[in-house]
């Protein structure tokens, strides 16, 4: 007790505070997710996430390369198609823009490559799955998953990461990548992948704001953590090799709980309205980029093993490792 105990010992100079620290982001657990337009000819900055762009395939083999040279070791790759309709066939076309962004990756770097798997990029309705008057046939949606999985496979992608909040799509897709041969690619399931707000941003980045309703038929009511144990339960019976919880800042909790109940890798993916609201409050001068790793690391001490961030770059460039 007081004095004998006295906690200001260990934070007198920076190294004490350093050799004390509990957590560290290790540039190895940084994945930076990257987006290929198929319509664009020049790289086009996402106006609600200033310093972030989406890419044409002619220069994502070149922006891979920068972010290898930089220290990024994973992407996780998303895809805007040149054309859209209702069944979202652009999604499993094998010379769709995702699948020759794998295919260059996998030449030119050696960076591990994920490629995030949903329908609402592709489709017409910009929704997640097959719709049929007005109501997402959940099971229709797991054959299309599966064809869009195997094509991510055969392309080389080496973790396939399902979206769409469909249930059993880890369990059809594991299946339908083993009977085809691809017994190691790897699932990072997104379990609990709530329906937020933070989502906006990356809707103007993939074009994908959904045409009528909303997702909340699918995506979780972000008042419950205990459904979201239940999903990340049921994504490991069905076969996850690494679990998500999406978003992260506001999701701590559940990061936290999944970290306590779980044994798998556990992932966490600050999205883009984290992104937007941290980085325009510091253009604005309201607050310094410290508060970036504040909210990194924040993840981390809850419980994360590996963190999806559109801050990875900005990172590797500013964070002494
Ligand atoms: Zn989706």
């Not at 996850?240 to 306590?260: G, N, T």
Request: a negative charge; aromatic letters at 10%.
């Amino acid at each position: 007790m007081f004095p004998a105990t006295r906690m200001r010992r260990t934070r007198t100079t920076p190294r004490m505070r350093d050799l004390v620290a509990e957590t560290r982001i290790d540039p190895s657990k940084l994945i930076m997710p990257v987006f290929v337009d198929e319509n664009l000819k020049n790289m086009a900055p996402i106006n609600s996430m200033p310093g972030i762009y989406t890419y044409p395939l002619e220069m994502v083999g070149k922006y891979l390369e920068s972010l290898e040279t930089k220290g990024i070791r994973n992407i996780l790759l998303f895809g805007v198609p040149a054309h859209k309709d209702a069944m979202g066939s652009s999604a499993y076309d094998p010379n769709g823009g995702v699948q020759k962004a794998v295919k260059l990756a996998k030449e030119k770097t050696s960076l591990t490559v994920m490629t995030d798997l949903c329908l609402c990029e592709y489709t017409d309705h910009g929704h997640c799955g097959i719709v049929e008057k007005s109501v997402i046939n959940n099971d229709r949606t797991l054959d299309v998953y599966d064809r869009i999985a195997l094509s991510y496979a055969e392309s080389g992608s080496d973790v396939i990461a399902p979206s769409g909040m469909m249930d059993g799509q880890v369990g059809s897709i594991r299946k339908a990548l083993d009977q085809s041969g691809f017994n190691n690619t790897s699932i990072l399931a997104y379990s609990a992948k709530y329906s937020s707000n933070l989502f906006g941003p990356f809707r103007e980045a993939v074009k994908s704001a959904p045409g009528f309703g909303d997702r909340k038929t699918y995506q979780m009511d972000w008042r419950n953590s205990r459904e979201a144990m239940r999903e990340i339960d049921l994504d490991i019976k069905e076969g996850a090799d690494m679990i998500m919880v999406k978003p992260a800042i506001f999701y701590l909790d559940v990061i936290s709980e999944a970290r306590r109940r779980f044994d798998l890798p556990l992932a966490a993916y600050s999205v883009s309205g984290e992104y937007s609201m941290i980085k325009k409050a510091i253009l604005d001068g309201y607050m310094n980029e410290n508060i970036i790793l504040e909210g990194m690391t924040s993840v981390f001490r809850a419980g994360a093993d590996m963190l999806i961030t559109y801050f990875a770059e900005w990172f590797m460039e500013n964070v002494e490792q």
